[in-house]
């Protein structure tokens, strides 16, 4: 493949394609905007599931395991009983930040379209 065919710009590996896998998970984006948005990019554990209604304890800790893991979040741990976690923004989640608030940004902007999409069959929503 030629470097700028239509081929090559849709390999697996291709940059829209990363990006989306990285939002695979709602909760990947809705962790980093509550973070942002919220809580000032730090927050800690108790905290981020509260400001998260519907996300369990098991989901939420495998999302930030995740994002830890991909560079999006640092984990700090403050040896107190019980010891004190805490999640923080790294520069690239904050960089992720951007395009997630822009997104929010236009589903706020546009309830009326949301609206009119037909609910998936695994949707709450009804």
């Known amino acids: 493949m030629q470097p700028g065919t239509p081929d090559e710009e849709w390999r697996e590996d291709c940059a829209p394609r990363r ?22 990019g730090v927050a800690r554990t108790g905290v981020l599931q ?30 107190t009983i019980p010891p004190m976690v805490e999640y923080r923004l790294t520069d690239l989640g904050r960089r992720f930040v951007e395009p997630v608030e822009l997104l929010y940004g236009w589903g706020r ?14 949707s709450r929503r009804a």
């Open 50 to 79: 509260r400001s998260l209604p519907g996300i369990s304890k098991k989901m939420l800790t495998q999302t930030v395991r995740d994002m830890e893991a991909s560079g999006l979040l640092s984990r700090h741990v403050q040896s």
């Open 19 to 40: 990006v989306l896998e990285l939002f695979a998970t709602k909760w990947t984006s809705m962790v980093l905007h509550t973070l942002h948005a919220r809580h000032d």
């Open 109 to 122: 902007d546009n309830p009326d379209a949301l609206d009119r999409l037909v609910p998936r069959r695994s």
